[in-house]
């Protein structure tokens, strides 16, 4: 390097987190000066003429035509996920599962296969096995504690390895960094999903993670008011490195032609998403949902911190109680989850647990429908305290081996800590408990 | 090798003094990458010449193609390279031959394509170098256009962006 191109080459002030949760992706308006991003709730956009509209359906040039493909306020939604993930671009989603199909259908071919962490969310489970296989897509589940476990399912089928980083119900973490070796060596990307700690307490991208997935209608929203889902790409995975995506790499018959990856290259993963799935299946987020988890995420550095401070007061409440036999909580110094927490989540492992009421499920029927103030609903990261028992709502269509398997068993009651009064939460769940 | 760092106000210099870009490599195919970027630069009101031996004497999007960087009857502010790393130095070196006569100032390199020596000549001969980047994405990312896409700019600001139709 000559001593021009040196000069050239600054460390650029890098702003912080905080920062990019008010600020990225949303300048004021340019033509109006309005300084919130405005709800442009419109289905359509005006051509110039025909040559700007066919330039804008080719992808020639950047723009907007209806808002199932973009729209100005999700997209600065979905620039601020990209810049809080640390990644190159992101599209949005009507919900996190939306975000999971978009994502998947813009890997997967018929007859494709990927691994998953058995430890998910319970929909995801139902969706990657039972729904994904009429599509000719077969998801295979392993035992994410000891990550040899994913190298040993891989084939010359699979295109992907999905983790979540931080497992839902909760408590267990995933060794993200060897299992993204095990991803590079193999040459397929590694997807986590991040719903559960936020970019404000883990960035995946930085331990390896290729795209990052989030239902924003938990801690980011994080006021129970509004659905959505989003992909972000990192922009660093070599989709021509091997032959195993020839939907980023050959020319796309459902696109003219286009070649994504040579195209669009560090982005390319994104546009194909956003112009081949979103387009053809059309799970787009509205622009007021986008505007809610706008506004939302503008606190989530703060409201973070009250909910693992809560959650950390609350598990430590339970962990002392009698009627409880377990907890699963991974900031607890007795979890053998607390190292990895140390490790990807240094400022505390999130605010939704799981524990074990004593008697099983008809007590954990009695503690979730003895609650006055936790809420009992099937949602996490809400300003609300929030309960559930999910071996009979949110893993009832697993069987009951997978529920033991997903952290999901009869006795197993998982809560999602609020921003409330510590002392009036703790007084719900004691008057709770005493009811068994 | 490391990766390259280039400063926004370094870029966003460049392309509101460049004028006219002569591009090396371009296709005539319409969904190549750089005829997309021909196209979307000609829409900013760049005048955007195609340089490319197989089509020479042709039109791409409505503008005559030479065969050679030293062919073009006018001058041109920026050579953009549409080739690979290998091609890209003798490219480099015509166009520091070429820069007082077309009075040349700026060579520009495209996403994949990178030669380290080749850009420590021309910047010896007083020549601004990007390498590795799209002139596209890059006109996009710094005037608004980019995040449209969802895509990361990395730009924060709380002033009013300059809109450049």
């Known amino acids: 390097m000559s001593a021009d191109s040196k000069k050239k080459q600054n460390e650029a002030h890098k702003f912080g987190i905080e920062t990019r949760a008010i600020h990225a992706g949303a300048r004021p308006d340019a033509v109006t000066g309005a300084r919130n991003t405005p709800i442009y709730q419109t289905s359509s956009y005006v051509f110039d003429d025909a040559e700007h509209a066919a330039d804008l359906f080719n992808l020639q040039t950047f723009g907007f035509i209806y808002s199932r493909l973009t729209n100005p306020t999700v997209s600065v939604l979905e620039e601020r996920m990209a810049s809080l993930e640390g990644g190159r671009a992101a599209v949005c989603a009507a919900s996190g599962h939306a975000a999971q199909f978009l994502t998947f259908f813009t890997l997967l071919g018929p007859e494709d296969e990927f691994i998953a962490s058995r430890n998910l969310y319970g929909g995801s489970i139902t969706q990657f096995g039972l729904s994904f296989k009429k599509l000719g ?225 008809d007590s954990g029927v009695k503690v979730v429908e003895g609650v006055e103030l936790f809420s009992h609903l099937a949602n996490i990261g809400d300003t609300r305290s929030l309960i559930i028992h999910p071996a009979s709502t949110t893993h009832r269509q697993l069987s009951e081996e997978q529920q033991a398997k997903a952290g999901a068993g009869p006795d197993v009651i998982r809560l999602s800590i609020g921003l409330e009064s510590i002392d009036d939460l703790i007084y719900d769940l004691d008057q709770a408990l005493s009811l068994v | 090798m490391s990766e390259l760092h280039y400063k926004d106000s370094f870029i966003r210099k460049i392309l509101i003094e460049t004028k006219a870009i002569a591009m090396v490599g371009c296709s005539a195919n319409w969904n190549r990458p750089s005829n997309f970027a021909m196209k979307y630069l000609q829409g900013k009101g760049y005048h955007v010449i195609p340089v490319n031996p197989r089509y020479a004497g042709k039109e791409i999007n409505g503008e005559q193609v030479y065969a050679d960087l030293a062919d073009i009857p006018v001058s041109f502010e920026m050579v953009d390279i549409f080739r690979s790393s290998e091609a890209a130095e003798m490219v480099t070196d015509q166009v520091i031959e070429l820069a007082s006569e077309k009075k040349i100032s700026v060579i520009w390199m495209q996403l994949g394509v990178r030669h380290d020596e080749a850009a420590q000549r021309a910047e010896a001969a007083k020549m601004s170098v990007v390498m590795d980047r799209c002139v596209k994405i890059e006109y996009g990312r710094l005037f608004g256009e980019l995040g449209w896409s969802g895509v990361n700019s990395g730009i924060i600001s709380s002033k009013r962006p300059k809109v450049r139709v």
């Not at chain 1, 973070?304 to 609350?314: D, K, P």
Request: aromatic content about 12%; hydrophobic content about 40%; overall charge neutral.
């Open chain 1, 137 to 361: 897509w077969t998801c295979h589940f392993v035992d994410p504690d000891n990550p040899e476990n994913f190298r040993k399912a891989i084939t010359s089928k699979t295109k992907a390895i999905f983790i979540e980083i931080l497992a839902n119900p909760g408590g267990i973490i995933v060794d993200v960094e060897p299992v993204a070796a095990i991803a590079k060596e193999a040459g397929i990307p590694l997807i986590v999903d991040n719903t559960m700690a936020t970019p404000y307490l883990c960035q995946p991208i930085a331990w390896g993670a290729d795209i990052v997935l989030h239902s924003t209608t938990k801690f980011l929203s994080g006021h129970g008011t509004s659905l959505g889902g989003a992909l972000i790409e990192s922009g660093k995975f070599d989709w021509a490195q091997n032959d195993k995506f020839p939907s980023m790499t050959k020319p796309e018959p459902a696109y003219h032609g286009l070649t994504f990856y040579e195209t669009f290259g560090d982005f390319g993963f994104s546009t194909k998403a956003r112009a081949v799935a979103l387009r053809d299946f059309g799970p787009c987020l509205s622009p007021a949902n986008a505007f809610y988890t706008i506004t939302g995420i503008e606190s989530l550095p703060v409201r973070m911190e009250r909910h693992i401070a809560n959650a950390r007061a609350i598990a430590e409440f339970l962990d002392s109680h009698s009627a409880v036999s377990w907890v699963s909580y991974a900031g607890l110094k007795s979890s053998s989850y607390y190292e990895l927490a140390q490790k990807y989540l240094p400022r505390g492992p999130g605010s939704v647990f799981t524990f074990g009421v004593k008697g099983g499920y």
